[in-house]
Nanobody, 116 residues
Framework: QVQLAESGGGLVQPGGSLRLSCAAS????????LNWYRQTPGKQRELVAS??????ITYADSVKGRFTITRDMFTTVYLQMNSLKPEDTAVYYC???????????WGQGIQVTVSS
């Protein structure tokens, strides 16, 4: 069982930046695909950024050039969000998926609000 804890959300003005962090309660995320999703009321959860074990990082078209997903060497995933827009307002979720077992784990979600 892997537990994930997001932090770094909050209220920011349009054009501002935030960095979300996701800390995992496991020894290493080396064999996991790392994802950030977001969801707004009444809409399906949207994949924002994905960092696979091997291969290319992918982003939703709506955030390309503004958001960056990274990881540290062990157990933390980040989402750097720049040039934020009101339409980026959502609850953001960290997700990790084991590359062999495909076991899935989710964080509890963190609110990001972009408003003046």
């Amino acid at each position: 069982q892997v537990q994930l804890a997001e932090s770094g959300g909050g209220l920011v003005q349009p054009g501002g930046s935030l960095r979300l962090s996701c800390a995992a309660s496991t020894f290493s995320l080396r064999l996991y695909t790392l994802n950030w999703y977001r969801q707004t009321p009444g809409k399906q959860r949207e994949l924002v950024a994905s960092l696979p074990v091997t291969g290319r990082i992918t982003y939703a078209d709506s955030v390309k050039g503004r958001f960056t997903i990274t990881r540290d060497m062990f157990t933390t995933v980040y989402l750097q969000m720049n040039s934020l827009k009101p339409e980026d307002t959502a609850v953001y979720y960290c997700n990790v998926r084991h590359s062999i077992s495909e076991r899935d784990y989710w964080g509890q979600g963190i609110q990001v609000t972009v408003s003046s």
